[in-house]
């Protein structure tokens, strides 16, 4: 029989050849084949094998795939969806991303390398704000008011600690547990060094070892017993980590003690002391398992602020907003708001949701999502997005985004997924941390024989000492941690300056651009028509007086160029007069009366229209801003030709400081454009950019990309429409705007929310930082291990007469993560300005 099912779980290799290994040894499989891309398994059998035999299976070895029959993928996805209460989101990921960006339903460690998982943080499980009575703690409602019950006023509900709290509490009321036991274990042994030990004169050494070994219990079999149980399930699985190591290195010391106060009479003479009872290392165990639960406690405490960017970011979330139905406004949840929605900003509120301005003006603060602080002039028709503050004045807005749509929730989400993502470098890290524990054990039994054999009186307790040390000192978990620590905190970084990474890959590219693709317009340009000169001919009329008409008149038309100058005119805060007899002419322009004056506003067709004539000096000035590609529309009054407006698409006012920043750090800058050659020319020389082209095509752009990398470039494409999504995808690094459009954001591997130049220049100091700090903790990780590795075995010994204690070595081992961890979150204090 054969039968195909749907498997839950699986992220990488290492995910499929563990499924086929579990499956293969349910009793009446005979073949098992995996498909990792469609997540499905197809299991031969000698006869039927019930389903819930094999998610049996699935589950002693680990509960971490389920398996369901084809059509039934929605049970998955529904299990996965039911969440916890609390400030979490019920989604756990490994801080060293041993499986991939795999996550996990519940709290713990990681079936692989033992680490404490690490809650994922995301906008749904922190906007909506429920209450309750203090009397009836059954009554929840999602808005205030009173208790259908008592009557009392509902007060706001106190969500439930997060999971990453409540792990830092646990882990820090264990540790004083240790600690209020080790620190007697540790007077005791020590008090041995005092000459005539006063101890001793109350009770022999004999007593005192019992007295360690009943202190000793309490830590090993409740504070550090996770260590343990790490240790075994890391052998079982043969997925050796930092805690195997912590496990035999503790486990040798503690049972070889307890061995020694039980029976005393096996132990040759060098292992005793004076008094005839046993050298025990109850101290060593107990100092070694309580400074690693210390390291815990401060990885702990370290990882919270690692992805504090979307802390921060979760901060900035309104829960609520006012609804306006029918005039009457009213207050309500965030989650209770759909599309379409009239909702009221009140001056100082967060804007609750991504929407459009329908009705009122105001300043909007922006700085939380694009990084930029100075406040932005908003109008009706202008989008604004869910976080941002408003200004001194009151607006409505329509819903256009809400829940997961919104900018800040795409930002938290594609923040939350680009720090739990591999950058190539960290391959290095996997590779060494392969072979890592098995060698260590390797040289803990080299180190103990060498010892043993060569070593001075009494060699054997220095063979022992020793090759502890060894297995104590070796620390995997700040190899493992060297990469992501960097890209979680780079990526957060990056999000509250407005650059969104999509994965850690993009970071260690983008250090390696040598050559950056730049379109035109929307990127250098400002992506839409502005009023650049009005012009006037003659002295009839000012410069102010032909702006009013030329507005007046285009505030009758939907044309977008006329859009372009009502706007300039209600900056320049001109009156918009009414227009009488308007009618547009088609090809040529548009004409009415104003004030009793007749106007026609237009191409030299329209001027022909209004039978004014368009002098040969007229012509050479309008010529002039035409060869570079901007558009000039003549204004007519009364049959004379009294002024002009130049429309262009105006360049960004980042776009040359940009570009001369990144030519700067070496990058050769090329603009690809589908505009004329007079445009690009013109935008070009205003940039001092020497290398330009002008009318291509997306193929086009997409060929020269090609090109490009085939003569062994390492190219970056920034784009923002459409016709920028085959280059953006084909570079080595696509870099989208995020005011273009979703297929470009959706094509690029990095995304600029302000959409202006001066981002890239941002995400190349960025991507910059993260690497060289991914180095700096690659070369303290591997230098930690390569010198204190020998150093532990005694190499300093025959020169000096050094020895290292597995009691330092465990310290060394503990502060070497952290070390890494707070390297790391240097960057968060790093300017990429």
């Known amino acids: 029989m054969k039968h195909t099912y749907y498997l839950h779980g699986m992220t990488c290799n290492g995910c499929r050849n563990h499924v086929t290994q579990t499956l293969s ?67 756990f990921y490994c801080p060293m991303h041993c499986e991939g960006d795999k996550t996990y339903d519940k709290a713990g460690d990681c079936p692989v390398c033992g680490m404490d998982l690490v809650e994922e943080q995301n906008l749904s499980a922190s906007s909506s704000e429920q209450w309750t009575c203090p009397m009836h703690a059954e009554i929840v409602k999602d808005g205030s008011g009173a208790c259908p019950i008592c009557g009392m006023d509902l007060v706001p509900l106190q969500a439930d600690t ?196 329908t009705e009122g003006q105001s300043t909007v603060d922006e700085s939380m999502i694009s990084g930029e602080p100075i406040p932005v002039d908003k109008t009706q028709g202008d989008k604004v997005s869910s976080g941002t503050i408003n200004g001194n004045q009151s607006f409505l807005m329509k819903a256009e985004k809400v829940g997961s749509d919104t900018l800040l929730s795409q930002i938290i989400h594609m923040v939350n997924d680009a720090s739990r993502s591999r950058a190539p470098i960290q391959k290095l890290a996997d590779t060494v941390s392969g072979y890592f524990v098995p060698v260590v054990v390797i040289i803990s039994l080299i180190t103990f024989a060498v010892w043993a054999m060569w070593g001075p009186e009494p060699a054997y307790v220095f063979a022992l000492v020793n090759a502890i040390a060894v297995l104590i000192i070796a620390c995997p978990c700040a190899l493992g941690l060297a990469t992501p620590m960097s890209v979680m905190v780079g990526v957060g970084k990056g999000a509250q300056n407005g650059v969104l990474i999509k994965n850690a890959e993009a970071l260690e590219k983008l250090d390696k651009v040598d050559t950056l693709i730049v379109d035109k317009t929307g990127t250098i340009t400002e992506g839409k028509p502005t009023v650049e000169k009005i012009g006037v001919f003659g002295s009839n009329f000012g410069e102010s007086e032909v702006l009013h008409f030329i507005a007046s008149l285009n505030s009758a ?63 050479a000035e309008a010529q002039s801003f035409q060869k570079q590609g901007k558009t000039v529309s003549y204004l007519a009054i009364d049959g004379e030709v009294a002024g002009y407006v130049v429309i262009g698409d105006k360049v960004k006012a980042t776009s040359a400081k940009a570009i001369k920043a990144l030519q700067d750090k070496g990058i050769a800058v090329i603009m690809l454009t589908g505009d004329n050659h007079d445009t690009a020319q013109a935008v070009a020389s205003e940039l001092n950019l020497a290398d330009f082209k002008a009318g291509m095509l997306p193929e086009d752009k997409l060929k020269e990309v090609t090109k490009l990398q085939q003569q062994g470039k390492v190219v970056a494409m920034a784009g923002d429409g459409i016709n920028d999504a085959p280059a953006l995808a084909k570079s080595d690094v696509g870099i989208a705007m995020g005011t273009g459009t979703d297929v470009a954001i959706e094509s690029a591997m990095i995304t600029l929310v302000k959409g202006d130049l001066h981002g890239i220049v941002k995400a190349k100091n960025l991507s910059h930082a993260v690497m060289s700090n991914i180095k700096q903790n690659l070369f303290f990780a591997l230098v930690y291990n390569a010198l204190g590795i020998p150093i532990a075995a005694g190499l300093l010994y025959p020169f000096f007469g050094i020895l290292l204690s597995p009691m330092i070595a465990a310290l060394a081992m503990s502060f070497s993560s952290v070390s890494v961890i707070a390297n790391a979150l240097r960057l968060k204090t790093k300017s990429i300005n």
């Not at 039927?48 to 998955?76: F, N, V």
């Not at 029976?263 to 690693?292: M, N, R, S």
């Open 557 to 619: 038309s939907e044309h977008p160029l006329a859009a372009a100058t009502v706007k300039y005119g209600k900056q320049q805060k001109v009156d918009i007069s009414k227009t009488e007899n308007f009618s547009a002419v088609t090809g040529k322009g548009v004409e009415g009366t104003i004030d009793g004056k007749k106007l026609g506003l237009g191409n030299a067709k329209m001027m022909e229209h209004a039978n004014a004539t368009i002098s040969l000096a007229m012509t």
């Open 162 to 357: 997060s999971s990453e709290e409540k792990t830092y509490k646990k882990l820090l009321n264990k540790f004083w547990i240790a600690l209020g036991f080790t620190l007697p274990i540790f007077l005791i042994a020590m008090s041995e060094m005092i000459p005539n030990n006063p101890l001793y004169e109350v009770m022999e050494q004999k007593g005192w070892n019992w007295i360690q070994f009943a202190l000793s219990v309490p830590v090993v079999f409740y504070a550090t017993w996770m260590f343990f149980e790490r240790a075994y399930k890391s052998i079982k699985t043969w997925n050796l980590n930092m805690f195997t190591l912590i496990g035999i290195g503790a486990s040798v010391a503690w049972l070889f003690s307890v061995f020694g106060i039980l029976f005393p009479d096996f132990f040759p003479a060098q292992f005793k002391t004076a008094a005839g009872a046993v050298h025990v290392y109850f101290e060593a165990a107990t100092v070694i398992l309580t400074l690693v639960l210390m390291g815990q406690v401060l990885e702990a405490k370290a990882h919270s602020k690692t992805n504090s960017a979307v802390k921060e970011l979760l901060k900035i979330a309104p829960n609520k907003a006012v609804r306006v139905v029918d005039g009457t406004e009213e207050e309500v949840s965030i989650d209770k708001i759909v599309k379409g929605d009239i909702l009221r900003v009140k001056p100082g509120d967060k804007i609750p949701v991504d929407g459009v301005i």
């Open 25 to 91: 040894k349910v009793e009446g499989v005979t073949n098992v084949s995996v498909d990792l891309e469609n997540a499905q398994v197809t299991i031969e059998m000698a006869s039927h094998i019930p389903i819930e035999t094999l998610q049996k299976a699935m589950e002693q070895d680990g509960d971490r795939y389920s398996i369901y029959k084809l059509g039934e993928q929605h049970k998955a996805l529904a299990a996965k969806k039911e969440k916890p209460k609390g400030k979490g989101t019920g989604t």
